[in-house]
């Protein structure tokens, strides 16, 4: 299994780009979650998804937007990039609490800054 | 909503001697406890994990930490460390999503 992947690992964008992160994971997973990671804060949820078709927001949506056709990817679509953006994300997928053991999966992480 | 507040933001120490990360941890409802490793330029890893049944648990690498339900505590100990421990250490509870501390960095010197 390749657990989690993402891609770019890194990227730089332009004020007012878009872009999308991909994410994808070969583990049957039914939880993906995207979160961000900024020095001191820990790391922040922004959307996740509990299955094909079903999304919702985390603690710090606001930029970002999702979708899940498919139990494997989960993107994340950066509509207008800021520079408030410039952070790692880290996408993360798990099985469905009360079925396992409610341990999620990292990605390797994407590195965007946005000038 | 629950929220998990790590007591030290940078904790440096010597090598082979005992180290504790302090997790503190606010819910009103049983929760799920979480310790990470993130080492540099990659992912987290799971160290260990509290579900329920005995309050000291074991992790990988050494790591142990002991649930404190009265005191709302999760602390990640280890009796003696080596310089490959050094990383970020994210303690983190699950009440329908995961919420994570902010990070406690810890460095071992030689």
């Known amino acids: 299994n390749a657990g989690v992947t993402q891609t770019p690992k890194f990227q730089v964008l332009k004020t007012g780009q878009s872009m999308t992160l991909q994410c994808a994971q070969d583990m049957n997973h039914e939880y993906m979650s995207w979160y961000r990671q900024d020095p001191g804060m820990g790391l922040r949820l922004i959307h996740y998804s509990v299955g094909a078709g079903i999304t919702d927001q985390g603690e710090v949506p606001n930029g970002y937007n999702v979708s899940r056709s498919t139990t494997e990817d989960f993107p994340l679509r950066l509509l207008s990039a800021a520079p408030s953006q410039t952070s790692v994300y880290f996408c993360?997928?798990?099985?469905?609490?009360?079925?396992?053991?409610?341990?999620?999966?990292f990605g390797p992480g994407t590195r965007l800054t946005v000038t | 909503a629950q929220s998990v507040t790590q007591l030290d933001s940078q904790v440096p120490v010597f090598e082979e001697a005992p180290v504790e990360l302090r997790c503190n941890y606010s819910?009103?409802?049983?929760?799920?406890l979480f310790w990470y490793v993130q080492y540099p330029n990659q992912g987290l890893q799971l160290l260990l994990k509290?579900?329920?049944?005995?309050?000291l648990v074991k992790g990988i690498n050494g790591f142990e930490a002991e649930f404190n339900k009265s005191q709302t505590s999760f602390h990640l100990r280890k009796p003696s460390v080596h310089i490959s421990d050094t990383a970020e250490y994210f303690c983190?509870?699950?009440?329908?999503?995961?919420?994570f501390g902010q990070g406690t960095i810890l460095t071992v010197h030689p």
């Open positions: 819910s009103s409802v049983s929760v799920y």
């Open positions: 983190a509870c699950h009440y329908g999503k995961l919420t």
């Open positions: 993360a997928s798990s099985y469905a609490p009360g079925l396992r053991s409610y341990e999620q999966y």
């Open positions: 509290y579900l329920s049944g005995s309050t």
